[in-house]
């Protein structure tokens, strides 16, 4: 049964630890954050360094990771549909060497450990400023620029196009159909964070839905697309396969003062135009990983009062599994407390005793031994390996 709740204390014993807890950590492609190290490594290197981040998760105790194999519009695999990423080979459109797949790989090596794999795409953003080529003749901008648009540094297809959300929803399809991951997850890049107040430049997809016949005023349209996008990708993963879990990541806090006394920099609902709270209620997801980024003494936006919100609106009994910073609670300009990451843990498991769960940004701050790491997670809150919980609702695997 669930684990009786921990002491709260700074000094608080380990605590028996949940019969099964989702305990997951992001592996960021985009930029090179977690993997691969730098573009263009050998294939033996690329396999090298993802058979590291699995061992590192087997011998933290994780039970699953979330890889990016959709940075902007690019792939960590071979697609019919998309480019190799420049972030794995140094140029858009070029294969790893000898053929090498390391979606297939880290797939192969996670089910041979004991982990799920969960294939992180992002739905929209299609030129980062990082990059430093150019697109493949292959790439979105290239193939069908009417379905894109400059926005800040970045470009994005547009999510009011329906072409361009047919486009995403096909990528993720494709994977899977013909890869055998455990789940599929989306972060909080619905519509893109505003830049400097500028309005996204959807008069285009507006335009065009306005001619036929469409009545909703443009900020109603563009959450719509938004929650048709989630809808359609939560009923076309099930289809294929309706054991594979589909979560979702958004920012943590839903809109400013809610719950009363929250402040935030961006509206999710008004801006990002995402209804996470509708998404919950309609059961478009399996699991929810809220972005808790801040610290439990921070009251603007606080920890345990996001944390029990999230819980509040959730009538379907969804997994809610909490994205945490980890890299800011290990890092060397500390927290308040020299245990947070291990008390954000308890607080997450007190708060749901029957499917627990978190994930950890990112696996680059797993990567450092250094004694916050090992005290905070091995001999605090994970004494012991544990599966992920199951989710009753989901289909048998076949």
């Not at 400059?150 to 547009?158: A, E, F, N, S, V």
């Amino acid at each position: 049964g669930p684990a009786a709740a921990p002491a709260a204390g700074p000094a608080a014993a380990p605590t028996a630890g949940p019969a099964a807890e989702f305990r997951g950590a992001w592996v960021a492609t985009v930029d090179n954050i977690d993997f691969p190290s730098r573009p263009g490594l050998s294939s033996p290197e690329l396999r090298r360094e993802l058979d590291d981040i699995v061992a590192r998760a087997v011998e933290l105790k994780l039970n699953a990771l979330v890889f990016q194999v959709r940075p902007a519009a690019d792939a960590l695999y071979p697609s019919p549909l998309e480019p190799w990423s420049e972030w794995l080979t140094g140029e858009q459109g070029r294969a790893p060497d000898s053929g090498f797949d390391p979606l297939a790989h880290v797939i192969e090596r996670c089910h041979a450990e004991g982990l799920q794999l969960h294939a992180w795409f992002n739905p929209f953003r299609c030129w980062h400023p990082a990059a430093k080529g150019e697109p493949h003749a292959s790439h979105v901008t290239r193939r069908a620029p009417q379905l894109c648009v400059d926005y800040g540094p970045y470009r994005w297809m547009d999510p009011g196009d329906p072409i361009a959300a047919k486009w995403s929803l096909a990528v993720i399809q494709d994977v899977v159909r013909r890869y055998d991951v455990d789940g599929v997850h989306i972060d909080d890049y619905f519509y893109p964070y505003p830049e400097d107040k500028r309005p996204f430049p959807d008069d285009r997809s507006y335009g065009a839905y306005r001619r036929g016949g469409g009545s909703l005023a443009r900020d109603d349209w563009r959450r719509q697309n938004i929650d048709r996008f989630v809808q359609r990708m939560y009923e076309l993963v099930h289809a294929e396969k309706p054991w594979v879990m589909v979560g979702i990541s958004p920012f943590g806090i839903a809109r400013p003062g809610v719950p009363p006394g929250i402040r935030a920099g961006v509206d999710q609902y008004a801006e990002l135009y995402a209804d996470v709270p509708k998404w919950l209620a309609e059961g478009w997801l399996d699991y929810l990983a809220p972005q808790l980024y801040w610290p439990i003494d921070q009251q603007a936006q606080s920890f345990p009062k996001l944390l029990a919100y999230w819980h509040s609106v959730n009538p379907r009994g969804r997994a809610i599994w909490f994205g945490l910073l980890t890299g800011r609670c290990l890092a060397a300009e500390a927290p308040a407390r020299p245990d947070e990451l291990a008390q954000q843990i308890e607080l997450v498991r007190a708060a749901d005793g029957a499917m627990p769960g978190h994930v950890h940004f990112s696996f680059r701050a797993l990567r450092a031994d250094d004694a916050l790491a090992r005290n905070a997670l091995r001999t605090r809150v994970y004494e012991e390996r544990v599966p992920v919980p199951t989710l009753p609702w989901l289909g048998e695997r076949r």
